[in-house]
């Protein structure tokens, strides 16, 4: 019918300004994580691939596979407001977990390595280093960053 609105279904909208629930932004995070896990550990295995040391080809696919998480992250699963306090915040947990992830993967690695041969070391330790790094940043940004 021309000139009739029919106005949006409340319960099919994302309220504004509310918080998600725990649920949705679990399901969220752990969404963009395994989008952001590819990058990580397909950028991990190019590099070794390229010759790079473990360590730095680690470090180097972290910064990527992180910069993808928080891109996605921020807006969609916190719907962050984008504050520079905010931003700052979350720079610091990554450092942190960039130190985390990089450490337990550089610890873990030789010995898997040593006793199953580089491609499972790097799907064990990249699995081990991003379950220990993943379950802190969840934590962390939903108590603390963006509650």
């Not at 029919?6 to 629930?21: H, K, V, W």
């Not at 949705?24 to 989008?35: E, K």
């Not at 977990?97 to 041969?117: E, I, K």
């Amino acid at each position: 019918m021309a000139g009739v609105t029919i106005p949006p279904d409340p319960e099919l909208a994302e309220p504004e300004n509310q918080r998600l629930s725990l649920g949705t932004q679990l399901f969220r995070f752990v969404a963009t994580g395994g989008l952001s896990a590819v990058v990580d550990y397909g950028l991990l295995v190019l590099g070794m691939a390229l010759g790079l040391g473990h360590t730095l080809a680690k470090a180097i696919s972290w910064v990527f596979g992180t910069l993808t998480a928080y891109a996605i992250n921020s807006r969609w699963t916190f719907q962050s407001d984008g504050s520079r306090r905010k931003l700052a915040a979350v720079v610091v947990l990554y450092v942190l977990t960039f130190a985390l992830q990089v450490g337990t993967f550089a610890l873990v690695f030789p010995p898997l390595d040593a006793a199953w041969g580089q491609t499972v070391a790097q799907i064990v330790g990249f699995v081990i280093a991003q379950g220990i790094a993943t379950t802190v940043n969840f934590v962390v940004q939903r108590v603390w960053i963006f509650s």
